[in-house]
C-alpha cells in the first residue's frame, strides 16, 4: 500500500513539474490560475534601463499635498534600500495602501491621492569611484517623474497611466505622423486586461526578485 | 576446469527506475537539508516579524498574489490576531523542522504556512525562493528525515526504539529533480530574453538596488565580455544539470558550478536568501558514502553509528505528541497575545497618532511634472572606444590607438528609446572635426557601431570621440594617437567598409 502510494506521488509530481515547464516553455495556460506561480521558473523573467521608485501622496481640501510614503510607522526595505511599495510594479495594490496609511493617520478631509513613479537611468547607480573611471562627464543623476495612477479620497481607481518605461516605449512608436492621423478621432476603449504589448520593443519593468 | 561464467542479465529499464526511486538509504541528505533549511528560512521570516499585521492581515495592507493572477478572494485573508498566531506558528515549525520534533508535522505545517502567508503579501514576500522553498518542505515531510539526527530520533532512543532510518530514495530524488526542473525553466527564461546573452540584461541587473547591496555587481558591469561568456556558461550548466548531476565526476562538477554560481549571485545581484536555500538543498545530493569519506578524510569513526537504543523503562517515556500539540497551541496565543498587546501604527500612541506630513510646493511640483523626455544625456547608457566586437558587443575599451588602427566606436542607448539619428565626430585638441559619421539608430537596437580609421591624415595627438543624437552633444570620449604616420594603406571608405 505504502509503495502504492509512493509511486502515485511520485508518477503525480513528475506530471505537475513537467507540466509548469511545457507551460512556461511554449506560453500555455501560465497565467491562467495562482497555483501556476508555483510551478513557473521565470525568475528574472525583466529588466529595465531605469531604477523606479514610487511616492504616495494625497492632496488635502485645503490644497495642501501630503506625503503617504514612506508610511509614517517606519518603511519596509525588504530585499534592498528600495521601499516596500517601490516593489508594486503594476501599481496594483496602491489603493490598498493609500487606505491603510489614511486610516491611521491625522489629516484634513483627503480630495484625491496620486502614484508617483520616479525613474532614473541605472547608470545613476555606479559609485562615484566607478563613474569617474568609465565616464568623462560629470555624475549628475537625473530623476524623471510622472503619475502613474489617481484615486478618489476612499481610495478608489480614478485614472491609471503607463508606467515610465511604457511611456517611453509608448512615444517612440506613436511618434508618428502616419499613425496619429490613423488614431485621430477614434473612439478609444480601456480594459484591465492588459496582454503582451507591442509598444515595448527592447525593455520590460516587470521586475522579479530572487 | 572452471565452467565460463554465466554473463550477467543486464537490468531492465524498469529496474533501474526502481532502484532509483526506492532504494534503501539512510537518510543522510534529507536530514541535513531539513536542519539547515527552517534556519536559512529563518532569514527571511524573523526580518518581517514586525509587520505581520500590516503585510498579511486584513487590518493591514495585504497585498494578495491572487489578485493579480485576477482571482480576488481565492483564499481568506486573515484578521490580525489570526495572522500573528499563524506567524508565530510558522516560526515555531522552522524551529522544530530544524532540530526534528515531530518533524512530519513540523514540515507540513511549515510548507502550508509558507506558501499561504507569502502568497498573502506578493509585493514584499513571495518569491521564487519561497516556491523552492515550499515544495522542498512539501517533499520532506513525505521522507524519514526526522529520523536522524533530530529530536524524535533521540527521543525514540530514550523510549527504547529505534525509528526506520532505510527509508526508500524517493523523497530525495524528487527534490533532486525538482532543483534540476528549477534549473531548465530557469533557461527557458534566458532563451525569452534575448537580452540575457547580449549580456544587457544582467549588466542592468547588476547596477539595479532593488536588491541588496552588489558592489563586485556594479564592477563586473563594466566588463560585458566576461559578462556574455558567464552568461553562456551559465545556460550550459542550467540545460546539463538535471542530466548530469547523478554520480560520479559530473555531479561533482555539476554541484562545485552550482555552488559557485549561487555564491556569485550573492556577489553580483544582491541576492541573499535565495543562494543560502540553495546551498541548503544541495546538501541532497550527501548520500551515505560522501559523509564516510569525509569522516575517514577527517579521521572520524569511518561511518555512521548505529541508533543505540536504551532500555524500556530506564526513563520516563516523554509525551513528544501531546507535548508537540500544547506547544502549538501555545505559541499560536502567545502570537495572538502579542499582536493585541502592539501598536504597529501608532494609534495608542501617548503623543497621538501620526500625523500625515505635509509637502512643499517644490517638491510638490516636482513630483506632479509628469516629464515627457529625457535629457540627451540620459538617452545614452555608455559611449565606448576600442576595437574588438564580441557578440555585438565592445570589449576592449582602450584610449591609445596607432596608425593604421581602425577605431571602433560604441553607443549604447538607454531603453527604451525612440528611432535616433545619432553622429560620431572625431575631433582634436583644437575642436577641428576630423571625421564624421551617422546612422539611425531603430527603436529596437540597444547600439550603434561606428569605424575610424587611424590613417595618415591624422597628426598624432589628442583627439575626442563626441556623440550627438538629433543634433545635441551627448557623450564625449578621450583618445590619443600614437606613433609616426604613413603606416597605413587602407583607404577610409575601405576602412568603413569593414
Not at chain 1, 513539474?17 to 490560475?33: E, N, P, Q
Not at chain 1, 534600500?81 to 478631509?109: C, G, K, Q
Not at chain 2, 536504551?310 to 513528544?320: A, D, E, I, N
Request: hydrophobic share 45%; charged share 20%.
Amino acid at each position: 500500500m505504502r509503495r502504492i502510494a509512493a509511486c502515485t506521488v511520485i508518477v503525480t509530481y513528475l506530471a505537475v513539474l513537467g507540466f509548469g515547464l511545457i507551460s512556461h516553455a511554449v506560453g500555455f495556460k501560465s497565467t491562467d490560475h495562482v497555483g501556476m506561480y508555483f510551478l513557473i521558473w521565470d525568475m528574472y523573467c525583466g529588466w529595465s534601463g531605469y531604477e523606479l521608485r514610487h511616492h504616495l501622496v494625497a492632496e488635502g481640501a485645503s490644497g495642501q499635498y501630503y506625503e503617504l510614503t514612506p508610511v509614517p510607522w517606519g518603511e519596509f526595505t525588504p530585499f534592498g534600500s528600495a521601499p516596500r511599495t517601490s516593489y508594486d510594479n503594476s501599481a496594483s495594490f496602491t489603493d490598498a495602501i493609500a487606505r491603510h496609511v489614511l486610516e491611521h493617520t491625522e489629516h484634513e478631509e483627503i480630495t484625491q491621492i496620486i502614484l508617483v513613479e520616479e525613474a532614473w537611468s541605472k547608470k545613476y547607480n555606479l559609485p562615484d569611484t566607478l563613474w569617474s573611471r568609465y565616464y568623462e562627464e560629470p555624475k549628475e543623476p537625473r530623476s524623471y517623474y510622472r503619475t502613474r495612477a489617481v484615486l478618489n479620497s476612499h481610495g478608489e481607481f480614478r485614472e491609471r497611466f503607463l508606467d515610465w518605461g511604457g511611456w517611453l516605449a509608448y512615444r517612440s512608436i506613436t511618434d508618428n505622423p502616419r499613425l496619429q492621423q490613423k488614431m485621430a478621432g477614434r473612439p478609444f476603449l480601456t480594459t484591465e486586461q492588459f496582454g503582451p504589448s507591442s509598444v515595448r520593443p527592447v525593455s520590460h519593468t516587470v521586475i522579479e526578485h530572487e | 576446469m572452471n565452467a565460463p561464467a554465466p554473463s550477467p542479465v543486464p537490468a531492465s529499464w524498469w529496474d533501474k527506475v526502481e532502484q532509483f526511486f526506492f532504494a534503501p538509504e539512510r537518510p543522510v541528505g534529507v536530514a541535513l537539508v531539513r536542519i539547515t533549511i527552517g534556519l536559512v528560512l529563518l532569514i527571511p521570516t524573523l526580518h518581517r516579524v514586525f509587520r505581520v499585521r500590516e503585510f498579511y492581515s486584513s487590518d493591514g495592507a495585504p497585498s494578495p498574489i491572487w489578485n493579480n493572477y485576477g482571482q480576488p478572494g481565492f483564499l481568506p485573508i486573515p484578521n490580525a490576531p489570526m495572522a500573528a498566531g499563524l506567524y508565530a506558528l510558522l516560526i515555531l515549525s522552522l524551529v522544530t523542522t530544524s532540530i526534528g520534533w515531530r518533524t512530519r508535522m513540523s514540515l507540513a505545517l511549515a510548507a502550508v504556512l509558507t506558501a499561504y502567508l507569502g502568497m498573502l503579501d506578493v509585493i514584499s514576500t513571495i518569491t521564487k525562493y519561497t516556491v523552492v522553498s515550499t515544495h522542498v518542505l512539501a517533499l520532506l515531510a513525505m521522507s524519514d528525515c526526522g529520523n536522524l539526527w533530530s529530536v524524535d530520533a533521540w527521543l525514540a532512543r530514550r523510549r527504547g526504539t529505534s525509528l526506520r532510518i532505510d527509508g526508500p530514495a524517493w523523497p530525495r530524488r524528487l527534490i533532486q529533480i525538482l532543483i534540476g526542473v528549477v534549473y531548465l525553466g530557469a533557461t527557458m527564461t534566458k532563451i525569452h530574453t534575448p537580452a540575457f546573452f547580449t549580456g544587457d540584461q544582467l549588466r542592468y541587473w547588476m547596477l539595479t538596488n532593488v536588491n541588496s547591496a552588489n558592489p563586485t555587481g556594479e564592477f563586473l558591469s563594466q566588463f560585458p565580455g566576461m559578462i556574455i561568456g558567464m552568461a553562456y556558461v551559465t545556460v550550459m550548466w542550467e540545460v546539463l544539470f538535471l542530466f548530469v548531476a547523478w554520480r560520479g565526476w559530473p555531479r561533482l562538477i555539476m554541484l562545485s558550478t552550482g555552488l559557485i554560481f549561487h555564491f556569485l549571485t550573492m556577489l553580483t545581484l544582491g541576492l541573499f536568501v535565495f543562494p543560502f536555500l540553495y546551498f541548503a538543498v544541495y546538501l541532497a545530493w550527501l548520500e551515505q558514502g560522501d559523509l564516510t569519506w569525509w569522516r575517514q578524510t577527517l579521521r572520524k569513526s569511518p561511518s555512521l553509528p548505529e541508533p543505540v537504543m536504551l532500555q524500556p523503562g530506564v526513563t520516563r517515556k516523554f509525551p513528544s505528541g501531546p507535548a508537540w500539540a500544547g506547544v502549538v497551541g501555545a505559541v499560536f496565543l502567545l502570537g495572538v497575545g502579542i499582536d493585541r498587546a502592539s501598536d504597529p501604527f501608532g494609534d495608542h500612541r501617548a503623543e497621538g497618532r501620526h500625523v500625515l506630513q505635509p509637502i512643499s510646493e517644490e517638491r510638490v511640483a516636482q513630483l506632479l511634472r509628469n516629464d515627457e523626455d529625457v535629457h540627451v544625456t540620459d538617452k545614452v547608457f555608455a559611449l565606448d572606444v576600442g576595437s574588438v566586437r564580441f557578440n555585438d558587443n565592445l570589449v576592449d575599451r582602450r584610449q591609445t590607438f596607432a596608425y593604421g588602427e581602425t577605431v571602433l566606436i560604441q553607443c549604447s542607448l538607454q531603453p527604451p528609446h525612440e528611432d535616433m539619428y545619432v553622429e560620431v565626430y572625431l575631433r582634436d585638441a583644437a575642436g577641428q572635426v576630423h571625421r564624421r559619421l551617422w546612422q539611425v539608430v531603430s527603436r529596437e537596437n540597444l547600439r550603434g557601431h561606428f569605424w575610424f580609421l587611424m590613417d595618415d591624415s591624422l597628426a598624432p595627438g589628442d583627439y575626442s570621440i563626441v556623440m550627438r543624437i538629433d543634433g545635441k552633444d551627448a557623450a564625449q570620449r578621450s583618445l590619443q594617437l600614437e606613433g609616426g604616420s604613413g603606416v597605413a594603406q587602407v583607404g577610409y571608405e575601405e576602412a568603413v567598409e569593414k
